[in-house]
């Protein structure tokens, strides 16, 4: 008989994008942990900047529940192993609680209430409206069935109007409002070109996630809140992972320009037997001594143009290491790092590492955006031809040299080839999530090894 576990959890949704999911949610994660609750947080959708957010204000790595990424059982795994440990789980979805792949509820915000089971909050701000918002969130209600709808969250109102909001969504939806956060301009998160600015950007961020919790102390009914996520069914069990004795070295670059990676790649990754290494190509001299692989993630090099380009030192010690035959896997802004320059919205063209051919150039529109089934069209670093593995990829850049060792597909049937590879190098726009096939960081960590025992040999 299959063990069981109970997860407190909660999911926030929305009744579309722009309505404040993300600063509600940063809300009740504050506030929860001002209460010194563990808080475990997960994020719907393929984000890197929210779960930034959420790890800054819980403290813990923030996971992602993503139905295109794993299979039911795998996610209600996930969410049961990592929030066995906390003492209630917070879901932010993404876009609005139907919006999912193309015209469909596919991967949505509701597919993942479904398979999860979590009783959803909707976010809904009704400037601009009266009963109407009533027959907002009726239709939200009745759309699909069943849905998990249990309560709605009010936000950017006036206080005054708040008993008016209540009244009539209760009254036409019967459906609990446990609260709202009033318009707070003074906690207004930045954005830029790819989302919110990271949480490391934000000038005043303490005080402005302080104000977000203890004006949610005041203004949302927490306990209510927490009352309905404990009463959930349990989720399969699953034994907490077992991280081993470290095997090799990889470098990770992380600093403001590479900072796009799931907690999970860097956990499977450390599960294969990688000790992880910070590095830094906007501020090092050099990598850190000793390495067995490099991952260079996404980020936003298009920022730091001049003082990548400058550090040559650093970009000398990445040729080094990549003519050693250092392993190595970039994923969008990593891949970009790698290649010969980029044209910033200057107009001026950087010379970068020049380890990959192709001239790159940022575009005013995102370039093949979405999620991507990816499947190896030859034998790589990341496994044999025929691997495949889910991803998406998310860009305003382009280059004249994408690679062609994968072929991408998008849920539509669209389908374009990706990823440069060499002996030992991956490196494309798509960025991966390990999870979805667990064989491709283990193959990367063999290459690590591999490369590990040579390097001793020497």
């Given at each position: 008989?299959?063990?069981?576990?109970?997860?407190?959890?909660?999911?926030?949704?929305?009744t579309?994008?722009?309505?404040?999911?993300t600063?509600?949610t940063?809300?009740?994660?504050?506030a929860?942990?001002?209460?010194?609750?563990?808080?475990?947080?997960?994020?719907?959708?393929?984000?890197?900047?929210?779960?930034m957010?959420?790890?800054?204000?819980?403290g813990?790595?923030?996971?992602?529940?993503?139905?295109f990424?794993?299979?039911?059982?795998?996610?209600?795994?996930l969410?049961?192993?990592v929030?066995?440990?906390a003492?209630?789980?917070?879901l932010?979805?993404?876009m609005g609680?139907?919006d999912?792949?193309g015209?469909?509820?596919?991967?949505?915000?509701?597919?993942?209430?479904?398979?999860?089971?979590v009783?959803t909050?909707?976010?809904?701000s009704p400037?601009?409206?009266?009963?109407?918002a009533?027959?907002?969130?009726?239709?939200?209600?009745?759309?699909?069935?069943?849905?998990?709808?249990?309560?709605?969250?009010?936000?950017?109102?006036?206080?005054?109007?708040?008993?008016?909001?209540?009244?009539?969504?209760?009254?036409?939806?019967?459906?609990?409002?446990?609260g709202?956060?009033?318009?707070?301009?003074?906690?207004h998160?930045?954005?830029?070109?790819?989302?919110?600015?990271?949480?490391a950007?934000?000038?005043?961020?303490d005080q402005?996630?302080?104000?977000?919790a203890?004006?949610?102390?005041?203004?949302l009914?927490?306990?209510?809140?927490?009352a309905?996520?404990?009463?959930?069914?349990?989720?399969?069990?699953?034994?907490?992972?077992?991280?081993?004795?470290?095997?090799?070295?990889?470098?990770?670059?992380?600093?403001?320009?590479?900072?796009f990676?799931?907690?999970?790649?860097?956990?499977?990754?450390e599960?294969?037997?990688?000790?992880?290494?910070?590095f830094?190509?906007l501020?090092?001299?050099?990598?850190?001594?000793n390495?067995?692989?490099?991952y260079?993630?996404g980020?936003?090099?298009?920022?730091?143009?001049?003082?990548?380009?400058d550090?040559?030192?650093?970009?000398?010690?990445l040729r080094t290491?990549?003519?050693?035959?250092?392993?190595?896997?970039?994923?969008?802004?990593?891949f970009?790092?790698?290649?010969?320059?980029?044209?910033?919205?200057d107009?001026?063209?950087?010379?970068?590492a020049?380890?990959?051919?192709?001239?790159?150039h940022?575009?005013?529109?995102?370039?093949?955006?979405?999620?991507?089934?990816?499947?190896?069209?030859?034998?790589?670093l990341?496994?044999?031809?025929?691997?495949e593995?889910?991803?998406?990829?998310f860009?305003?850049?382009d280059?004249?040299?994408?690679?062609?060792?994968?072929?991408?597909?998008?849920?539509?049937?669209?389908?374009?080839?990706?990823?440069?590879?060499?002996?030992g190098?991956?490196?494309?726009?798509?960025?991966?999530?390990?999870?979805?096939?667990?064989?491709?960081?283990?193959?990367?960590?063999?290459?690590?090894?591999?490369y590990?025992?040579?390097?001793?040999?020497r």
């Amino acid at each position: 008989m299959e063990q069981l576990c109970s997860v407190p959890r909660i999911l926030i949704s929305a009744t579309g994008s722009g309505c404040g999911k993300t600063t509600v949610t940063a809300a009740i994660l504050g506030a929860l942990c001002k209460r010194e609750l563990q808080v475990q947080s997960f994020k719907c959708g393929p984000d890197y900047l929210d779960p930034m957010f959420h790890q800054y204000i819980t403290g813990r790595p923030a996971y992602h529940a993503d139905p295109f990424f794993l299979e039911p059982q795998p996610m209600r795994r996930l969410v049961s192993r990592v929030g066995a440990s906390a003492d209630v789980s917070v879901l932010e979805g993404a876009m609005g609680y139907y919006d999912g792949i193309g015209q469909t509820e596919r991967a949505s915000a509701y597919t993942v209430s479904q398979i999860l089971e979590v009783p959803t909050l909707l976010v809904l701000s009704p400037k601009g409206m009266g009963c109407s918002a009533g027959a907002l969130c009726q239709g939200f209600l009745q759309f699909r069935r069943p849905n998990s709808i249990r309560g709605i969250l009010l936000n950017d109102i006036r206080s005054g109007m708040y008993s008016y909001y209540r009244d009539i969504l209760e009254r036409e939806t019967g459906c609990k409002v446990y609260g709202y956060l009033p318009h707070l301009p003074e906690a207004h998160l930045e954005s830029r070109h790819l989302g919110l600015l990271t949480a490391a950007e934000v000038d005043g961020l303490d005080q402005k996630l302080s104000l977000l919790a203890q004006t949610a102390e005041e203004t949302l009914d927490l306990d209510g809140i927490l009352a309905l996520a404990s009463d959930t069914v349990p989720l399969p069990a699953a034994s907490p992972l077992k991280k081993p004795e470290p095997a090799f070295r990889l470098g990770v670059a992380q600093d403001a320009a590479f900072c796009f990676y799931y907690a999970e790649n860097l956990e499977l990754l450390e599960q294969c037997g990688a000790q992880l290494v910070p590095f830094s190509p906007l501020s090092d001299a050099a990598l850190p001594e000793n390495l067995d692989g490099l991952y260079l993630g996404g980020g936003y090099p298009e920022l730091f143009l001049p003082r990548l380009s400058d550090n040559t030192a650093f970009l000398q010690s990445l040729r080094t290491a990549r003519k050693s035959g250092m392993p190595l896997l970039a994923e969008c802004g990593g891949f970009l790092y790698l290649q010969e320059s980029m044209t910033g919205a200057d107009g001026v063209s950087y010379p970068l590492a020049g380890i990959l051919p192709g001239i790159s150039h940022l575009q005013d529109r995102l370039c093949r955006f979405g999620y991507v089934t990816l499947r190896a069209q030859e034998d790589t670093l990341l496994g044999p031809a025929g691997t495949e593995i889910q991803g998406h990829e998310f860009h305003y850049a382009d280059t004249t040299e994408n690679g062609m060792a994968f072929s991408a597909v998008r849920p539509n049937g669209k389908q374009w080839r990706a990823v440069v590879s060499r002996p030992g190098l991956a490196a494309g726009f798509p960025h991966l999530y390990f999870p979805s096939n667990p064989e491709v960081p283990r193959a990367f960590a063999g290459a690590c090894l591999h490369y590990q025992k040579e390097r001793e040999t020497r």
